[in-house]
């Protein structure tokens, strides 16, 4: 496993604010018995009790995104909020099933028996094929317009597959997929037929076409079925005399797949932010935070999607850093990895402050310096997207009950959760806390401390 160790700068005590930036005084190493003391404001009321009543109750009933199931999970999400006299509010966003009336993927006159991708577009097309490999951005030739692009699954989500490859004019696309589990996967946006096929039939072609042009024909016909999820949105004011003005967002996704219980994907997460918020509402701040439940993740981050877009600019201007919570609590997750695998996934692959404030965390309460790496496939990256200081949390790779019927409560582990609660909860704190300045965005005090990169796989 590659690894690369570099020295990184998170929050200490002794910040004062000057000129915009912030400065630690440089007095040797940072008072950690401050910072611990502040920390267990925090880690020290979180009742792991409450975190698996929370799981044990969302988990009882799948919640697909547009479906009953969900708006059940909303509404005990929202009276928890509620409860604690958080302003809260949910918001429906739009959603869209599809019944698939046709699909069809032909190569030079033989039927691939593909599988039309959920939202792809309908039409008839005949065109050459062309090797995208990934599609990834600023990958995909020039020469796959008016093509069907030939794409491996992997890395990225499907729906930014198709975008990269429409946005270089291909007409039509033949997916295969990275493993061999069959053709039953693929999610787009309508833009244009999008057909998936088998790891196997894949590589023949790809194998194919470096012999010379292969032609395929694409006839796909969706119907278009509008349902609604939601965005479940809690905010948390300061007193107005202490506002430094600034936000800290802390998220998680309500959703399950299909006829999942969902109780480490994503209950465990929802259960962290309620925690957090009961703990927050009674513990001193000077920078809002909004708590956040989001639908629809597991079709490609779309409620997150929505909620970044339908922010005013004043509020994303104003947020300084996102922590997003997915799968905290599988038991069998992280195989040896310290900490139970709990890592810290960027988009970019780059440390960021909410990354240098876990790694910190870590160290204090477990003398472990979580690990960061490179991930998307999860709600932090719409808000990467804007600007605004983003990392998932999760313990990777992940069980082997992932997007499984069989990720029930019972394979939830009490520890896990109460880890990555204390870990996500002292690190947005460490904002919050009214003795600390506000931060410039990404600028954190220059006190130090290792944490690594690794490109640990997560499935």
Avoid at 370 to 387: A, I, T
């Amino acid at each position: 496993m590659f690894r690369r160790k570099s020295i990184i700068t998170v929050l200490a005590a002794s910040m004062i604010l000057s000129s915009g930036v912030v400065y630690a005084q440089t007095n040797g190493a940072p008072n950690a018995q401050s910072d611990t003391a502040f920390d267990n404001k925090v880690i020290k009321k979180i009742n792991v009790e409450n975190m698996y009543h929370t799981i044990k109750y969302l988990s009882a009933v799948p919640r697909e995104a547009g479906t009953e199931g969900e708006v059940r999970g909303v509404e005990y999400i929202e009276s928890q909020f509620k409860s604690l006299g958080l302003e809260t509010k949910r918001i429906p966003f739009p959603i869209y099933d599809y019944k698939t009336n046709r699909e069809l993927a032909k190569v030079d006159g033989v039927d691939l028996n593909g599988h039309a991708f959920s939202g792809s577009g309908s039409g008839n097309v005949t065109a050459e094929i062309v090797n995208v490999g990934k599609a990834l951005a600023g990958t995909v030739p020039d020469n796959v317009a008016g093509k069907i692009a030939l794409v491996e699954r992997g890395d990225i989500t499907f729906v930014e597959k198709v975008k990269n490859v429409v946005a270089k004019g291909a007409v039509g696309v033949l997916m295969y997929n990275s493993g061999p589990n069959g053709n039953n996967f693929g999610q787009a946006n309508g833009e244009i037929p999008a057909v998936a096929i088998t790891q196997e039939q894949g590589k023949a072609l790809v194998d194919k076409l470096k012999n010379g042009p292969v032609t395929a024909t694409l006839d796909v016909k969706i119907e278009k079925i509008e349902k609604t999820s939601y965005v479940v949105e809690a905010k948390l004011k300061p007193n107005k005399n202490k506002d430094t003005g600034q936000i800290v967002t802390i998220g998680a996704h309500h959703d399950s797949v299909h006829l999942g219980p969902g109780a480490n994907d994503d209950a465990s997460g929802v259960s962290a932010v309620l925690e957090l918020a009961r703990i927050f509402v009674n513990t001193p701040i000077d920078t809002e935070v909004r708590f956040l439940t989001f639908g629809s993740e597991e079709r490609g981050m779309v409620g997150s999607s929505y909620y970044v877009v339908q922010l005013p600019k004043s509020d994303i201007n104003r947020m300084v850093a996102h922590f997003q919570m997915d799968m905290i609590g599988g038991a069998e997750a992280g195989e040896n990895h310290p900490l139970g695998g709990l890592i810290m996934y960027t988009i970019d692959g780059q440390k960021n402050l909410v990354t240098d404030l876990g790694a910190s965390a870590g160290s204090r309460m477990y003398d472990v310096a979580l690990p960061y790496g490179q991930l998307g496939r999860s709600d932090h990256q719409p808000f990467h997207d804007v600007g605004i200081p983003s990392a998932l949390f999760i313990h990777s790779p992940v069980e082997p009950q992932y997007h499984q019927p069989t990720d029930t409560i019972e394979h939830i582990s009490k520890e896990k959760l109460q880890q990555a609660a204390s870990i996500v909860g002292a690190s947005a704190y460490q904002i919050a806390r009214p003795d600390t300045p506000a931060l410039d965005r990404a600028h954190v005090a220059p006190a130090t401390v290792n944490y690594d990169f690794e490109n640990r796989p997560v499935d």
